[in-house]
Structures are given as C-alpha cells and as structure tokens.
C-alpha cells in the first residue's frame, strides 16, 4: 500500500476516537478506564555485496490500548514498514481480553499465535537480539502463521514454591496461502524449462515440492484451525514449552497442515539463551492428476547472549554479544545460519544493534550480510 495523506488522517482519526471516550469518562469520575499508547520503531541499514554499498529500511508500530475495567482490555497494532519506495501497512493484531479469573482469560479477534516463544515474545525490533528473524519465522515464509483469527483461552497455575504451568488453547479460521509458495516457483521455472529444454522438468519437480508458506485466514473455509502451547517454568529463569498447530489452507478445506514445535529458554543476570525446533507437514495439492507426497519442512535455532558488564571495563558494561545458528531443512535442500552480532544499549528500551550473518544453502553459494539498526521502545 502506497503512503498517502489519507492514511495519516485515518490514523490521527483511530487515536482520536479512541482518547476521547476514556478522557470523558475520566472526568466524570465513574469509570476506570484507561487508554494507552504505546509501541516502537526502528531504522536498518543492510548491506549484501561487501563494498559499504546498500539500502536503508525503516518501521513503526504503534500499539493501542484501552482498558475498560479491571476485567476487559482491548489491544491492537498497526504495523508500518518503508522499503522500496513504498509503505505497507497491516493490522499486526486487534483483540479484546476478558479476564475470566485468577488463572484464565478469554481473547478473541486477531491475535498472535501461541506457538513457542519467538512469535509472541521476541519478534518486535526492539527486544529481538538479531536485526534479522531466524530461518524458521523469516519474513513472508514463516514455517507458523505469526498471527490467527479466532479466539484463545490462556492462562497459568502456580507449581511448587517458584513453579508455574501455563497454557494457550485457541481455534481459529485455520490458515491461506501466503503467496511464497510453491506455485508461484513452479510457474516460473515451467517458462524456464522452455528455454532449457530437457532440463526444465527436473526443475520444475523439483520446486514443486518447496514449501506452501502459510499466513492467517480473513475468513473461514468451514473446516477450523486448533492449537495451543503450554510450557512449565521449574524454577526461575528456566522455561520449557510445546506447542501445536493444525488446520487447512485451501479453499475447499481438503489440504491439512499440522505444525508441532518445542522451544526453551533459560534466563540469567548476565546471559540468556533460546531455542526452537519446529516441524511442518502439509499436503498437497495433486499435480497433473498425480497425488503428491506430503509436505515435510523442519528446522531450529538456538540463540545465545552474554552481556559484557561481565568483564571489567566500564565501556562494556552496555555492550551485549549475540550469536544465533539454525538450519532450515526442505527436504531436497536445506539452509543454515550462522548471525554474530554487538548490540550497545542507551537504556532498557534504546538500542543500537550491529550484526553480521551468513547463510549457507545446499545448493548454492553462500550469502553475507552486515546490518545496522537502530530501535527504540516507548
């Protein structure tokens, strides 16, 4: 979507709307609501063939909140991103929670999917370690949809004297194509093949079988999604968790996806480390009358970090080292990654992040990358 005046006045219009309910029931003193903005931006510069040469790209992400009563809150983003001379702005998610109790809560609309911790916790440019997303939840070809339509239930139970089992249960709309998927490829390496000759068929099986990436649906095809995570926290800083994900992406809703996926972190004073594995299959659509084998997509990261308040020097003590590997495996072709990275921050939320990554498929040579960004938090 192109950046107009319209959509400045249809964003200056949504916070207005929004600030004067709860500043006129303030005032009249019988009410306790509350609204709040809040959110984050950030600049990146990224540069891909070594000489200093490269592009510069930039986001903001207002968040909305609105709290009715100490048992409902509506929350929502917006989500605008510059690249390539254009703005693209979408509803990152917009839902309403309603507090049930001490251990429950209800939320319908669209929401982020419970599904390890990357997509929940982690993803924003400020808090994420890395400029960039791991190979499993990379941009338009996320292995989970990072968002769903529906509603959750989602809570936690104390164990033990520091424990604590939580749980996110949702239905959905189930999933859509998120249009980086298989056909789009196979179309054009079928133009290829006619250049080719004999070598376009081998091509075009071949991409066949890259992956169907998928994104949350508007609407439903009658056949819903369902899934959840639940994790257990032992003691302090340690969490482990599972998750689950399955639904259709087709029209009809014939073609399943199933998504199953572990993660684990570990907190401490002075570093951190985080870790995903995540496995897909989905079927596919039959081609050229013929059934095709299942779809089978797997990969993981892990994502250590040291804050360097550890040696003694005082310039060090806002600098942090990041190093994050993973692989992302499809079957005839797979890719791994290697990111090392430096991040200095001025405060909780104000951080410069320097990192270098390397990625390292199968069947092709490697690509460097060096990006530069800065976010900040509010």
């Known amino acids: 979507m192109e950046w107009s005046p319209r959509t400045f006045v249809m964003v200056a219009a949504l916070t207005l709307l929004l600030t004067v309910p709860a500043q006129a029931q303030t005032e009249e003193g019988g009410s306790d609501n509350a609204f709040l903005v809040t959110g984050y931006g950030f600049a990146t ?110 809570g936690g139970i104390g164990v033990g004297n520091s424990g604590r089992f939580t749980y996110s249960l949702m239905v959905s709309n189930g999933f859509a194509p998120s249009g980086h998927g298989h056909v789009e490829e196979e179309d054009e390496h079928d133009e290829e093949g006619e250049e080719h000759d004999g070598e376009g068929d081998e091509h075009a099986e071949s991409d066949f079988l890259d992956p169907v990436f998928l994104t949350a649906a508007s609407s439903s095809n009658g056949d819903l999604a369902y ?64 059934i095709l084998p299942d779809q089978q997509v797997d990969g993981w990261y892990l994502q250590p970090s040291l804050r360097l308040a550890v040696i003694p020097a005082y310039f060090l003590n806002r600098v942090e080292a990041v190093v994050r590997v993973g692989e992302i495996d499809f079957g005839h072709r797979d890719v791994s990654e290697l990111t090392i990275g430096l991040n200095y921050y001025f405060n909780g939320s104000t951080v410069v992040r320097l990192a270098w990554e390397r990625l390292d498929p199968s069947d092709g040579p490697t690509d460097d990358a060096v990006a530069l960004m800065f976010a900040i938090g509010f």
Do not use: C
């Open 227 to 290: 899934g959840g995570r639940v994790s257990l926290t032992p003691f302090k800083g340690l969490e482990v968790g599972a998750s689950y994900l399955d639904g259709t992406y087709d029209l009809e809703g014939e073609l399943d996806s199933t998504m199953v996926g572990i993660d684990l972190s570990f907190h401490h004073e002075m570093f951190d480390v985080v870790a995903e594995w995540v496995d897909t299959e989905a079927q596919l659509e039959p081609h050229d009358d013929e």
């Open 45 to 154: 510069f990224t540069s891909t063939d070594g000489s200093g040469n490269g592009t510069f790209s930039l986001g903001f992400s207002p968040i909305f909140l609105y709290k009715v009563s100490d048992h409902f809150l509506f929350e929502a983003e917006l989500e605008l991103e510059y690249e390539d001379e254009s703005t693209e702005v979408g509803l990152e998610y917009a839902q309403i929670d309603w507090l049930i109790g001490n251990n429950a809560m209800l939320v319908m609309g669209k929401f982020l999917t419970p599904f390890g911790q990357f997509i929940e916790r982690y993803h924003p440019a400020w808090i994420n370690k890395v400029p960039t997303m791991p190979l499993i939840y990379s941009h338009g070809q996320s292995l989970v949809p990072f968002s769903q339509v529906g509603a959750q239930l989602r």
